[in-house]
C-alpha cells in the first residue's frame, strides 16, 4: 500500500491506498510504544484526516495501529509528563499556558473533537484499545476488532481524564449505564464483551481485523455516495437532540439529496431492473428471509404428517435448532430441507432459486424416491447424510429432534402411541443416532437428541 500524506509525524502515522478503490489506511505506526500518541503522532492523525475529508475521490477510512500488541494505548505518557517537567528529555504532547491550562481545541491527542466528516470511518481493532485509543476507536462510526483485542479506561488508574471524546462517544454507543461501569472503574474487557454491548460491530480471528475492515470499506465505498453521506450527517448530527430537531436535520440533508441527479438515477435503475438487488441471480440480502418465503409458498396447504397443523411449522423448528450452530446457509438450507421431497419444487427450480451448493445440500437431506424398499431407503439416506459434510448432518439431526418431540407432544395430549406408530419410530430414530454417533455433530444438539428419544420411550411405554 502506498503512503499518501508527508507531513509531520508521516514517519509513525501512516496514510496508504486501502487496496479498493475510494479506500484509505491511515496506521498509527509506533508499535514499540503500544501505538502511543505524542506530539508528531498528533500532528500526523491531524494531517491524515483532512486529507481524507478533503479527497473527493477517497470514501471511506479505515484507522489502525501497526502491531499486533495494540490498537492504541492513548496518550503517550512519557509525552504528558513532559507537559509538566522541564527536565524531561521527552517532547510534550502540547504545552499548556501556566496561568490558564487549556487542551488543544482539535483533541489532546489528535483531531479527536473534530466533527463534520460525514464520510464513514471505521477501526480495525488489532489489539489493545486503552484510554486515548479508545476514545480513537470511538470516533470512528465502526469498529471491527481481532478477537484478542481488549477495550479499557485504563488512564483510571493514574489520574488522567478522558479528554478525547469518552465521555460524550462512549455513552451514545454502548448506553450510559455500561459506558458508566467502563469509565468509573477502568476495567479491561475482551472483543467478546465489547461486541456483546455493542462497543464492536464484528469479531474477527486474530489477525484479520484489519483484511475486514479493508473488505468491508471496498464494499461501502462501491455504493452510490451522496445519500450515504447525507444519512450520516443527518444521524451524527441528530444523535442526542430531540426529536423534532433530529427531524428537521434529517429532512434539511433529505431536501439537499432531492437536488443532486444520483436519486432520480438510482430509482430509474431499480425500476428498470438495472440496479444489483434486481437482476436475474443476484444474490438475496438475506439468505434465510428468501428460503423461507420459497420453502412456505411449496408447503402451503399442506398439513403434518398427522394432519394437526400447517407442515411448513416443521422447518421452521428445523430452523429453530440449527441456527445457533452455523450461519445463514444452514439456517435456510433447513427451511428448504424438505421441499425437494415433499413437494412440487424440482431440481431445476432450486438451484435457479439459491445455486448448485444449496441444491447439492437440499439434496443429500432428501430421501431418493426410486428406492421402494423403506429399510433400503433409510439406509442410503444416512450414508449420504455421512458423506455430505457437517451442515447436512447437523440439520438431519435437528429434524429427528423435532419429529421425536412432536410425537412425544402428541402422546401427552392424549394420542394412542400405537395410532402414530410410536413403536417402529423409535426403532428407526435409534437406528438414526447410531448412524450419526460417530459425526461430528456438536456435543449440546446430540445430546438433545438423546434426551428426546429417551422422553419419547418412557412416553411411548
Not at 21 to 42: F, K, W
Not at 156 to 162: A, D, H, M, Q, T
Not at 250 to 266: K, M, Q, S, T
Not at 294 to 319: C, S, T
Request: with cysteine; glycine share 10%.
Amino acid at each position: 500500500m502506498t503512503p499518501r500524506v508527508a507531513s509531520e509525524g508521516s514517519e509513525t502515522t501512516n496514510l496508504s491506498d486501502g487496496g479498493h478503490p475510494g479506500v484509505l489506511l491511515l496506521t498509527i505506526n509506533r508499535p514499540e510504544r503500544m501505538n502511543a500518541i505524542g506530539a508528531r503522532e498528533s500532528a500526523g492523525l491531524a494531517a491524515a484526516l483532512t486529507e481524507f475529508a478533503e479527497d473527493d475521490s477517497a470514501h471511506v477510512l479505515v484507522i489502525t495501529g501497526a502491531g499486533t500488541e495494540a490498537f492504541c494505548a492513548g496518550a503517550d505518557l512519557d509525552a504528558v509528563s513532559a507537559m509538566f517537567s522541564a527536565e524531561s528529555a521527552a517532547e510534550p504532547l502540547f504545552t499548556p499556558d501556566p496561568d490558564r491550562p487549556r487542551s488543544p481545541a482539535e483533541g489532546n491527542i489528535g483531531p479527536t473533537r473534530r466533527t463534520g466528516i460525514y464520510k464513514p470511518i471505521i477501526a480495525a481493532i488489532n489489539g489493545a484499545a486503552y484510554a486515548g485509543g479508545l476514545e480513537w476507536a470511538c470516533f470512528a462510526h465502526l469498529r471491527v476488532a481481532d478477537q484478542h483485542a481488549s477495550f479499557g479506561v485504563t488512564c483510571r488508574r493514574w489520574n488522567v481524564g478522558l479528554g478525547d471524546g469518552g465521555t460524550q462517544r462512549l455513552p451514545r454507543l454502548i448506553g450510559l449505564g455500561r459506558a458508566l461501569d467502563l469509565i468509573i472503574t477502568g476495567r479491561v474487557i475482551g472483543a467478546t464483551e465489547a461486541e456483546k454491548i455493542g462497543l464492536v460491530n464484528e469479531v474477527t480471528p486474530s489477525g484479520q481485523c484489519v483484511g475486514r475492515a479493508l473488505e468491508l470499506a471496498g464494499q461501502i465505498a462501491a455504493l452510490p455516495q451522496p445519500a450515504l453521506k447525507t444519512d450520516l450527517e443527518a444521524v451524527m448530527r441528530g444523535s442526542g437532540r430531540p426529536l423534532e430537531e433530529g427531524l428537521a436535520i434529517e429532512a434539511g440533508c433529505f431536501d439537499r439529496l432531492l437536488a443532486e441527479p444520483e436519486l432520480r438515477l438510482g430509482a430509474r435503475r431499480f425500476v428498470e431492473r438495472e440496479h444489483p438487488d434486481r437482476v436475474p441471480g443476484a444474490p438475496p440480502l438475506h439468505l434465510p428471509g428468501k428460503a423461507y418465503a420459497f420453502a412456505e409458498q411449496a408447503h402451503r396447504g399442506k398439513l403434518d404428517r398427522y394432519g394437526l397443523g400447517e407442515f411448513i411449522v416443521h422447518p421452521v423448528a428445523v430452523a429453530n435448532l440449527v441456527r445457533p450452530f452455523g450461519d445463514s446457509e444452514i439456517e435456510a438450507a433447513a427451511y428448504l430441507h424438505d421441499t425437494i421431497e415433499k413437494t412440487d419444487v424440482t431440481p431445476e427450480v432450486l438451484e435457479a432459486e439459491f445455486g448448485p451448493a444449496m441444491l447439492q445440500l437440499v439434496m443429500s437431506l432428501s430421501q431418493n424416491p426410486e428406492i421402494d424398499a423403506r429399510l433400503e431407503r433409510r439406509e442410503d439416506h444416512r450414508q449420504r447424510i455421512r458423506d455430505a459434510g457437517w451442515k447436512a448432518q447437523v440439520i438431519y439431526a435437528s429434524d429427528r429432534v423435532d419429529g421425536m418431540r412432536r410425537m412425544s407432544e402428541l402422546i401427552e395430549s392424549g394420542t394412542d402411541a400405537d395410532s402414530i406408530e410410536a413403536i417402529r419410530r423409535i426403532a428407526a430414530w435409534h437406528e438414526d443416532c447410531e448412524a450419526i454417533r460417530d459425526m461430528d455433530l456438536p456435543p449440546e444438539l446430540f445430546a438433545t437428541l438423546t434426551e428426546e428419544i429417551a422422553r419419547l420411550e418412557r412416553l411411548a411405554g
